[in-house]
């Protein structure tokens, strides 16, 4: 018998960027290249192992505005049409190289690489992604997990509870659409909770939620077996905590794997190095550089002078790091079962998945690594999900966490300072405003429920904890900035056209076609009590 659990928790997610005014569009390019660097890479390790009959069991959420993206027909044409490109270009790569001892052989690893891709993406998996974790969760090795429906960061929506609902409620209705069930579990944007908050969850039949590990540390009353235990709220929610050990050996490039210097260096890129019009049809239309995913140098250490990449060998570290990380969860997990008295302790290791590709290359190796030891090595632990911990374990301490998230600081710091402060009162205006125009337009005509529903939508979209956190940390601030502004400006255009009975139908159809997302949406469900 095993002596406890390992729950393994991929969070998937990425804001809904989608613009069919512009042929090209930069930041479109964040869904282009997790798709190729993770997403992809994540389905076929974890087909590998099904197909090999190697038996695991991982949570994985996919956020509402992710899926929509990855369903969406236009976003799926332009991301064929740039893994056309990065085919090209590796041939390109591979001719232009063809006398180069080191780098011939990594561009033609690269090829092969994308070329693997784009015959997964086509024939495989037919351009639907979705449909291809569903049938990993419906064959039993994932449960997938919904998220908040735009990532809004709950605790700083709380003074309008209709928009706390609206987010989960939303979310649960897509998942339904898209996976044929109820959510069992939710990823909580920035895993930010308060107090209160799980009766909205158990009214979505939602049976579990995650929270940092201060966030179960900090419950009252005083978990007993502190975050190695899931708790019961007062609603019945289960409130799993992360494991802060297993999380800093994975996630931290400092300290952890992903800062080994035989791995791939993210920050040295081709389209920044190679000369400029030998690179110009692969990087942005009007001359400017970005990254093109083929890479070259190894992270060698701290200093510019980076050796070359060399993927065999990376692949060797990636195993290794496997072996230490599974024996590192054995040694944990027997001291935690001879401390807990009786209950088998649950390690719960959440991470980002866009580690596991994008910024970690290796990533999907690792991870392909460590199931296959786990299932073929060891019997010292069970590789779980957090549902089937609570069907193993059905009784549970019950306590309240605290408000928490796992943000910088653990609480609301990084979606509330003096770079994204001035955000909130427009939300929440904008949130009051909708809750009344749901309970004052309760049966609207066909036009009149269009704007309705269009107006929820812009709301949701400005909601987004993305951009709020994207200020924060100053990389595309103008993008995220421009992202609020447009939203909140549409949403009081359609509120105002709304009172006054002049719906601009054909700027309305403008944005129903640009902001497409959750055509099922129904704006009555802000004036539910």
């Known amino acids: 018998m095993s002596l406890g659990s390992l729950s393994l928790v991929l969070h998937a997610h990425l804001p809904f960027v989608r613009h ?15 798709i190729s660097e993770t997403y992809l890479p994540l389905l076929l390790a974890f087909d590998s192992l099904a197909e090999d009959g190697v038996p695991f069991r991982l949570a994985m959420t996919l956020s509402p505005t992710l899926v929509t993206m990855l369903r969406d027909e ?7 049409r740039k893994l056309d490109q990065l085919c090209e270009l590796g041939a390109r790569e591979v001719h232009r190289t063809r006398t180069d001892a080191t780098f011939g052989a990594l561009a033609r690893f690269y090829r092969d690489h994308f070329e693997t891709l784009r015959r997964a993406f086509h024939d495989r998996y037919r351009g639907d ?12 090795y994932l449960d997938i997990l919904t998220c908040n429906a735009t990532h809004g960061f709950l605790p700083l929506m709380q003074q309008v509870p209709e928009a706390v609902r609206a987010q989960v409620m939303v979310a649960s209705n897509h998942y339904r659409q898209h996976f044929g069930r109820d959510p069992a579990g939710i990823w909580l944007a920035e895993c930010g909770y308060y107090p209160g ?15 940092d590990t201060h966030g179960l540390t900090d419950a009252t009353p005083r978990p007993l077996h502190g975050p190695y235990a899931p708790i019961f709220t007062e609603a019945g929610v289960a409130a799993f905590a992360r494991d802060p050990e297993s999380s800093q050996q994975v996630w931290s490039s400092e300290y952890g794997y992903p800062g080994d210097p035989d791995y791939r260096e993210f920050y040295r890129d081709i389209g920044w190095d190679l000369d400029l019009d030998y690179i110009r049809p692969f990087i942005q239309p009007t001359g400017d550089r970005k990254n093109t995913g083929f890479k070259y140098y190894r992270i060698t250490g701290k200093t510019d002078d980076k050796r070359p990449y060399d993927p065999a060998l990376a692949r060797e570290r990636a195993a290794v790091h496997a072996g230490n990380f599974l024996f590192n969860r054995q040694r944990q997990i027997e001291h935690l079962a001879s401390r807990l008295g009786g209950r088998k302790p649950v390690v719960v290791s959440p991470y980002d998945a866009e580690l596991f590709g994008h910024w970690w290359f290796e990533g999907p190796w690792f991870l392909e690594a460590f199931i ?6 060891q019997s010292t632990f069970d590789l779980v999900t957090p549902l089937d911990d609570l069907r193993e374990n059905p009784e549970n301490q019950v306590a309240t966490p605290p408000m928490s998230s796992w943000g910088a600081g653990g609480y609301a710091h990084m979606w509330l300072d003096g770079t994204n402060d001035w955000v909130y009162r427009h939300l929440t205006h904008c949130a009051r405003k909708m809750v009344e125009l749901a309970r004052d337009f309760p049966d609207a005509p066909a036009l009149q429920r269009r704007a309705l529903n269009q107006a929820a939508r812009e709301l949701l979209l400005a909601q987004s904890s993305d951009w709020a956190f994207i200020l924060k940390t100053g990389t595309m601030v103008e993008y995220a ?5 447009e939203h909140v400006q549409h949403f009081l255009r359609l509120h105002d056209e709304l009172r006054a009975g ?17 055509p099922e949406l129904d704006y009555r469900l802000y004036r539910l009590g």
């Open 20 to 34: 069919p005014e512009h042929e090209d569009f930069l930041e479109e390019d964040w869904l282009y290249e997790a």
């Open 74 to 80: 236009l976003l799926m044409t332009r991301y064929a």
């Open 129 to 140: 992604l979705v449909a291809a974790f569903r049938r990993l969760q419906d064959a039993g």
């Open 197 to 211: 908050l799980e009766r909205i969850l158990a009214a979505e039949r939602i049976r579990y939620f995650f929270v």
């Open 372 to 377: 296959r030891k786990a299932a073929r090595e």
């Open 481 to 485: 900035k421009r992202r609020t502004q």
């Open 502 to 518: 002049t719906i601009d139908e054909g700027w309305l159809a403008q944005l129903e076609g640009r902001d497409n997302l959750f």
